[in-house]
């Protein structure tokens, strides 16, 4: 748990920073935007290559190849593992090529599809076909971006891969501060604003080509006995039911996204993005950066044959898990309202957004822990030739997705197709646990009641103290005539540092695994930062 916890906490300093200006992006995003019928057809048009890109690249392929690539280093060496990166670095350039292509030609059909035509607001939909016929070429550069990030994980280099998301927003937040600058009118700026991002996949792309020249690699186009190498067959054979497990769930997302656009009111799909940009932020901190290390290290397990060692790694991965997605999940579901308003109530974005994107962020908040064990569980599965497992999981959360909003969300709007999502991840880890305690076995810990019992204790404490220094702060700025934006805040900031100062007090004191190293968290942070004295 320690050793889980030290690794990833580096990569979750340069993760945060990632997660930070995501928000910031988003900031500027929705300032310039709003909850717009710009800001809808935007989310859509984002969302097609992203699709694609999470169902070929950074889903299916990042899953099957981490493992692959890992075995090849450990049974043969480097130059064979690097021979299988050149190898799938031409296949996926060929074939996200190929869909990009298809991708601007039935751009027209691809919105039509996925909005469901906007319920015939035809300037939405032209809106949206002509962003998406910008923003296609990203599915290229993002798959490969993804390849070379699997490679310098699998090689335990974890900061370039944990920086280049930085990047990306970077570049992203320049582009919109130079359109705010220029002061274009709303549908000239989106257009750029849809270049930019172009541009940004670049720059996130290339930013890992130093750190892989470093180890050796160098980016070739090689097709030559493409098909005749088992070890290109085997990330094939895992990528298969992969790709059908993250085809249901993509299903998931498509379908969600016409309930969303056949809504009546604007803002609907743009108040579930801003809500899930929040939403990720500790997953993107927090989960993502423990299941990072925890799958190099099963991956590595697994090459040794070591189930008892996977069993151990994939328990301390699930252990940090439940400790910091839990308290981000209380802290977040009492804030969600203060901190969508501090972090977009500006510009375009009026307080009634602020309710209503509020109200969906409680809503995914509820999938916080779920969502984040999931991370940690679904690779495990990969790394012992067990695909068909997530696949089992992925279909079963989607069935439940979609049938509840089918049912509800003409009734319960935005915050019901966020609770159907939560309800679906719900059911995936359920599916993988007992696939787990089937497959590998069950994960020993003698103190798990005490643990859990912890882990409430300290959650109720910080909750109360959340909410009721919240309270306190509404109440204060009711009468004020000015100041008040300053002071909440202010407020949120303390609200935030009192609850993680309780949480890991009573952590601590209750012995949880990982507490102490989490206390220390801000002084290494500082320390990183180069403010720490001496």
């Known amino acids: 748990m320690a050793e889980t916890l030290r690794s990833s906490g580096r990569v979750s300093i340069a993760v945060a920073l990632s997660r930070v200006l995501g928000l910031v992006r988003e900031q500027v995003f929705a300032a310039m935007f709003g909850a717009s019928m710009a800001a809808d057809a935007y989310a859509v048009a984002f969302r097609i290559p992203n699709l694609l890109r999470d169902l070929f690249a950074e889903g299916a392929l990042s899953s099957a190849f981490v493992p692959t690539f890992a075995k ?4 043969e060496d480097q130059e064979a593992a690097y021979q299988l990166g050149h190898f799938i670095f031409t296949g996926l350039l060929l074939v996200t090529g190929l869909l990009t292509a298809l991708g601007v030609v039935f751009a027209d059909e691809l919105v039509a599809a996925i909005a469901n035509g906007f319920e015939g607001n035809s300037e939405k939909a032209q809106l949206a076909t002509q962003l998406t016929q910008i923003m296609m070429p990203l599915l290229s550069i993002i798959s490969l971006s993804a390849v070379w990030m699997g490679m310098l994980n699998a090689q335990s280099s974890f900061m370039a891969p944990a920086y280049a998301p930085a990047m990306f927003n970077v570049a992203s937040i320049a582009v919109g501060g ?9 549908q000239e700026a989106i257009f750029w604003w849809a270049v930019g991002t172009v541009m940004a996949g670049v720059v996130q792309a290339t930013f890992q080509l130093p750190a892989l020249r470093r180890l050796g ?10 098909f005749r190498s088992p070890r290109v067959r085997k990330v094939l054979t895992l990528m298969a039911p992969a790709i059908v497990g993250l085809a249901a769930v993509q299903i998931n997302v498509f379908v969600n996204t016409r309930f969303a656009a056949s809504l009546p009111d604007d803002g609907p799909i743009a108040q579930l993005s801003y809500a899930f940009r929040v939403f990720y932020l500790p997953i993107g901190v927090f989960s993502v950066a423990v299941a990072t290390v925890t799958t190099t290290r099963v991956s590595e397990d697994a090459a040794r044959k070591d189930f008892a060692a996977l069993t151990s790694s994939a328990g301390e991965g699930l252990s940090a898990v439940w400790m910091l997605m839990s308290a981000s999940a209380v ?7 203060p901190v969508v308003q501090l972090l977009f109530e500006r510009g375009a974005f ?14 995914y908040t509820l999938g916080l822990l779920p969502y984040g064990l999931v991370k940690v569980l679904a690779p495990v599965f990969y790394s012992i030739d067990r695909p068909r497992i997530p696949l089992i999981a992925s279909v079963s959360a989607v069935v439940v997705n979609i049938t509840f909003n089918a049912l509800t969300y003409e009734q319960l ?10 309800l679906g991840v719900l059911v995936n880890v359920l599916v993988l646990r007992v696939g787990f305690a089937r497959v590998i076995g069950h994960i020993e810990n003698p103190r798990r009641l005490r643990e859990f019992a912890a882990l409430v204790l300290a959650n109720a404490i910080m909750g109360g103290a959340v909410w009721g220094t919240w309270w306190g702060v509404e109440r204060l700025v009711e009468g004020m005539a000015w100041g008040g934006s300053l002071v909440r805040g202010l407020a949120l900031l303390a609200a935030c540092a009192l609850g993680f100062v309780l949480f890991v007090a009573v952590a601590r004191l209750l012995r949880y695994p990982g507490a102490e190293l989490l206390a220390n968290l801000p002084k290494k942070i500082l320390g990183r930062l180069g403010l720490r004295r001496g």
């Open 331 to 337: 802290g977040l579901f009492i804030l969600a309202e």
């Open 350 to 363: 009026e307080h009634q957004a602020t309710i209503e994107t509020a109200a969906v962020l409680r809503s």
């Open 178 to 186: 130079t359109l705010l600058v220029l002061g274009l009118g709303v």
């Open 72 to 75: 090849a280093r450990t049974e």
């Open 217 to 226: 690699y160098r980016p070739r186009l090689r097709l030559r006995g493409f």
């Open 413 to 422: 709007g935005a915050p019901g197709i966020a609770l159907g999502t939560t």
